[in-house]
């Protein structure tokens, strides 16, 4: 009789979590490539700042397009590291705007680096009542 009960509890477990997980994805919603274009207008420039910045370890030029939260959460510190990581890439052969996804007060602007022998995807997040200041940037 233990061993059912702790099977049914485990069983639990492990439906409550996907439950859980499988809710909390909200479903992804794109811009048409008209609505992106606008939002481009403020994160290209941006975006070329953040890699230009990389590739010539510039951390003034890095943060010159972020807000002030993103100012302080990303120091001179967490900049060396990401210099350390992607500037061995060298200069980008192109940067450019994957699509953008509507994130309630924010717009995701999805870019596709390439460099020579690399590719990665970085993520500019920027919020929809001030979309000239980058508030999140991530590197998948």
């Given amino acids: 009789m233990k061993s059912h009960t702790k099977l049914v509890i485990t ?12 809710a909390s ?3 992804i919603v794109f811009l048409s490539s008209e609505e992106s274009a606008q939002v481009a207008l403020h994160t ?3 975006a070329r700042n953040i890699i230009t910045a990389i590739e010539t ?30 500037g061995k890439n060298g200069k980008a052969d192109s940067v450019m705007l994957l699509n ?10 999805n870019y596709g680096v390439t460099y020579p022998n690399a590719t990665l995807k ?7 009542s001030e979309p000239s200041l980058v508030s999140g940037l991530w590197f998948k």
């Fill in 122 to 128: 970085m993520l500019i997040v920027v919020s929809k």
């Fill in 57 to 86: 370890n510039d951390y003034a030029l890095f943060i010159t397009d972020f807000d002030d939260k993103m100012r302080e959460a990303l120091t001179e510190k967490q900049f060396e590291a990401i210099v350390k990581m992607y």
């Fill in 100 to 109: 953008v996804e509507d994130r309630e007060q924010f717009f995701g602007a």
């Fill in 44 to 46: 290209d420039p941006a």
């Fill in 25 to 27: 994805n909200k479903e």
């Fill in 11 to 22: 069983i639990s477990i492990i439906l409550t979590g996907l439950l859980i997980g499988c």
